[in-house]
């Protein structure tokens, strides 16, 4: 257990579609940050938050949207749905930031049908 | 934008023997962390060894450890006595001083062969 969890661990749901990823990070750990990773692929930066602010976007699509809460909880946004959004979802979490790697959640594993 | 490139999409090895993954990065900055993350087949992402830019030594974890060459821009990971558990994807990572985000490489697939 890396101490990040992540909910639901599988997710199934139809095009067009509206779902949201849950994230809770490492006890005292400031920073959430969302990773999206396709089959096979590699990981692609989505967003980041630190202490419930935005403070890094990535290729995240208009579609897509993520928070922060006080709890430094953190909830993927995802509507609109489309085939290609099928990947696994990461989250992980810093203290403040990358310098000493992050920590992974375990993965939202979303298919799209 | 930092980009990180990993050549080799799959690698092989016998048990025991020792293996070498590549990685380059390319970047204008002077101060920034490298790293190595192992995914194995539970899609968990661990991290391996972390290397910062402004030590010229390697870093070294037990049976794993990195050849930093900055200038060349290249951060490759050794893993000596290959172990069954080593199998998995491997992923260089890029991260500038105080950056609030890791740049990741399309990771090689490591088989161990018994």
């Known amino acids: 257990d890396s101490g990040v969890t992540q909910t639901p661990k599988h997710l199934i749901t139809a095009t067009g579609q509206r779902v949201t990823l849950r994230c809770s990070p490492r006890s005292g750990d400031l920073s959430v940050y969302w990773y999206q990773q396709s089959l096979d692929q590699g990981l692609q930066f989505l967003i980041q938050?630190?202490?419930?602010?935005?403070?890094a976007k990535g290729n995240i699509l208009e579609r897509f949207s993520a928070q922060q809460f006080p709890d430094l909880h953190s909830e993927l946004n995802l509507s609109s749905l489309e085939l290609g959004d099928s990947a696994l979802y990461f989250c992980a979490s810093s203290v403040v930031n990358g310098n000493y790697g992050y920590t992974f959640g375990s993965g939202t594993r979303l298919t799209v049908v | 934008a930092q980009t990180v490139t990993q050549s080799q999409p799959e690698m092989s090895v016998q048990e025991a023997e020792t293996v070498t993954l590549s990685c380059t990065y390319d970047?204008?900055?002077?101060?920034?962390?490298l790293f190595w993350y192992k995914q194995p087949p539970s899609r968990q992402m661990i991290l391996v060894i972390r290397?910062?830019?402004?030590?010229?030594q390697n870093a070294t974890e037990n049976r794993f450890s990195v050849n930093f060459q900055k200038a060349a821009k290249s951060f490759s990971l050794k893993i000596s006595d290959s172990q069954l558990g080593d199998a998995a994807m491997y992923f260089c990572a890029y991260g500038e001083e105080g950056a609030q985000k890791l740049v990741f490489g399309q990771g090689t697939r490591l088989t161990i062969n018994p």
């Open positions: 970047t204008s900055e002077s101060d920034y962390y």
């Open positions: 290397q910062e830019a402004y030590k010229q």
């Open positions: 938050y630190y202490n419930g602010e935005e403070r």
